[in-house]
C-alpha cells in the first residue's frame, strides 16, 4: 500500500504536475455531460464518446452516473479514442446518464513517450472525385512548404466561395452541393491520406472558467514532426 501510495503521489507530482508548495496554484477544469432521453419499456445501449488526455491537458478523474445500468469503457477500434457504453433490459420514463471529468494542465517541460505513427485513412473517392482531388493536391502541394502550410492552404482552399474557375470544379465535385462541416473535413482528410498525411477528426470544447453547456466543437488533426497537430477546419488557424 504504501509503494502504491508513493507511486501515485510521485505520477501527480512528475507527471500532472500538482504543486507541492503552500500557496501554489494549478489550473483545473470540471466536465460533466448529461444524457437525457425517454425510455418506453424497451432494452437500451447508449454509447458516447469520452476524452482523452493529450501534450497539453491530463484526464486524472473521472465519475460514471447510472442507476440501474450496465457501463464500461473501451478503444474504438483503430483509433486513439475511447467510448462509454451504457446498457440496460428495460427502463420506462426519463433517464438521465451522467459523466463527470476533472482535467488538469500537462506538464510541458517533461518529456513524453514516443506516439506510434498512425495509419492513413481509406481513400473513398469515386473516379471523377479522385481526378479533382489530384488536381487540387498537386495545386496545394505547389503552394505549400511543410506539412503545417499545406494543411493550412488545403483548408482554406475547401472553404473559399465558388469562383467559376477550374480549381472552384474541382472542389465543387469534391464536396457536392451545401457541404456541411463533416463533409469538407472528410474530404480534407482523404486529401491529406493522399499526400501521405495521416488526419482524424476531433470533438470536443474549449476550456473556459463557469461555462454552461459548452458547445462542443469539430477540428482537423494532422500527424507529422511525430505529434498530432490541431487545426481550425473553417479558418484554417493551427
Known amino acids: 500500500l504504501i509503494l502504491s501510495a508513493l507511486g501515485i503521489f510521485g505520477y501527480k507530482v512528475i507527471v500532472l504536475d500538482y ?7 494549478t489550473e483545473v477544469w470540471n466536465i460533466e455531460t448529461r444524457v437525457r432521453f425517454d425510455a418506453k419499456g424497451a432494452p437500451i445501449k447508449v454509447n458516447m464518446m469520452l476524452p482523452q488526455s493529450g501534450k497539453t491537458h491530463s484526464i486524472t478523474d473521472e465519475q460514471f452516473i447510472s442507476r440501474g445500468y450496465g457501463m464500461n469503457t473501451r478503444k474504438v477500434k483503430n483509433s486513439d479514442n475511447r467510448k462509454v457504453y451504457w446498457s440496460v433490459r428495460k ?12 482535467v488538469r494542465s500537462a506538464s510541458t517541460g517533461k518529456a513524453a513517450h514516443k506516439p506510434v505513427p498512425p495509419t492513413l485513412i481509406e481513400i473513398e473517392f469515386t473516379e471523377a472525385q ?12 505547389a503552394r505549400s512548404a511543410d506539412s503545417e502550410t499545406f494543411t493550412v492552404e488545403l483548408l482554406k482552399r475547401l472553404n473559399q466561395p465558388h469562383t467559376g474557375d477550374q480549381s472552384s470544379e474541382n472542389i465543387a465535385v469534391l464536396l457536392g452541393k451545401k457541404p456541411d462541416l463533416t463533409r469538407k473535413l472528410n474530404v480534407a482528410m482523404q486529401i491529406l491520406a493522399l499526400a501521405k498525411l495521416p488526419s482524424r477528426i476531433a470533438n ?10 459548452a458547445k462542443i466543437t469539430q477540428w482537423l488533426d494532422v500527424y507529422y514532426l511525430n505529434e498530432w497537430h490541431a487545426y481550425d477546419p473553417v479558418t484554417a488557424e493551427p
Do not use: C, D, K
Not at 204 to 213: A, F
Open 19 to 25: 504543486p507541492l508548495r503552500p500557496h501554489t496554484t
Open 91 to 102: 427502463a420506462s420514463g426519463e433517464q438521465v446518464l451522467y459523466y463527470q471529468a476533472t
Open 130 to 141: 479522385n481526378i479533382a482531388a489530384q488536381s487540387l493536391l498537386g495545386e496545394v502541394r
Open 204 to 213: 470536443g470544447i474549449r476550456l473556459q472558467q463557469m461555462v454552461r453547456s
